[in-house]
């Protein structure tokens, strides 16, 4: 089983910058190398892509509507993955879920990521 926990989420202005976190744990992520991904939810909407980084760090995958905003990265000693958000805007308000991917190449289907996170969320006022 994997365990996932986001952490990092909180209110900011539109402009400003946060940095979530996700630690992982349990026996089967040290043991698998696992795509790691984020994505975010509003309430009524489907859950949608927001960044993806393959096992070894050496890709990364974004949504066209954060790219050049939004930097996915990993540390596999700590078994955390990160996300820092700059040039936040209202409109990346959501709760944001941090998963785990039976693969060593992320993507940006979130039905094929096996663990998921409980959450954090993110408030951006204008």
């Known amino acids: 089983q994997v365990q996932l926990v986001e952490s990092g989420g909180g209110l900011v202005q539109a402009g400003g910058s946060l940095r979530l976190s996700c630690a992982a744990s349990?026996?089967?992520?040290?043991?698998?190398?696992?795509?790691m991904g984020w994505f975010r939810q509003t309430p009524g909407k489907e859950r949608e892509f927001v960044a993806a980084i393959d096992w070894s760090g050496g890709k990364t995958y974004y949504a066209d509507s954060v790219k050049g905003r939004f930097t996915i990265s990993r540390d596999n000693v700590a078994n955390t993955v990160y996300l820092q958000m700059n040039s936040l805007k209202p409109e990346d308000t959501a709760v944001y879920y941090c998963?785990?991917?039976?693969?060593?190449?992320?993507?940006?289907?979130?039905?094929?990521?096996?663990?998921w996170g409980q959450g954090t969320q993110v408030t951006v006022s204008s």
């Open positions: 349990g026996r089967t992520f040290s043991s698998e190398r696992m795509a």
């Open positions: 998963a785990a991917r039976k693969s060593p190449y992320g993507s940006e289907g979130a039905y094929t990521y096996a663990y």
